[in-house]
Nanobody, 126 residues
């Protein structure tokens, strides 16, 4: 089992930056891919960014390209999402997720991820 706990959400203004954190515990050695998803009211959950836990390859959803950066600290079992130039459209609950198994291609579908955090709310005012 893997436990994920997000933090760092809050209320910010358009143009501001925010960094989300995700603390992983439990069988973290089994994590192969980690990522961030978000879900806005009335919308489906979408990929923000994901990466191999061992490092190297990353992927970004269209909502994140050029503004958000995913990173990790394996030594401390931490995952981060740096969000810059935030827009009101970025308002959503942001979830940390992890997938076990082996994925040469980083999966973008939420169905692939077995472990999820409880989510952290990000609200961007105009």
């Amino acid at each position: 089992q893997v436990q994920l706990v997000e933090s760092g959400g809050g209320l910010v203004q358009a143009g501001d930056s925010l960094r989300l954190s995700c603390a992983a515990s439990g069988r973290t050695s089994s994590m192969y891919v980690v990522g961030w998803f978000r879900q806005a009211p009335g919308k489906e959950r979408e990929l923000v960014a994901a990466m191999h836990w061992s490092g190297g390859r990353t992927i970004y959803g269209d909502c994140a390209k050029g503004r958000f950066t995913i990173s990790r600290d394996n030594a401390n079992n931490m995952l981060y999402l740096q969000m810059n130039s935030l827009e009101p459209e970025d308002t959503a609950v942001y979830y940390c997720a992890a997938a076990v198994g082996v994925y040469l291609v980083i999966p973008s579908s939420q169905r692939t991820y077995q472990y999820w955090g409880q989510g952290t709310q990000v609200t961007v005012s105009s």
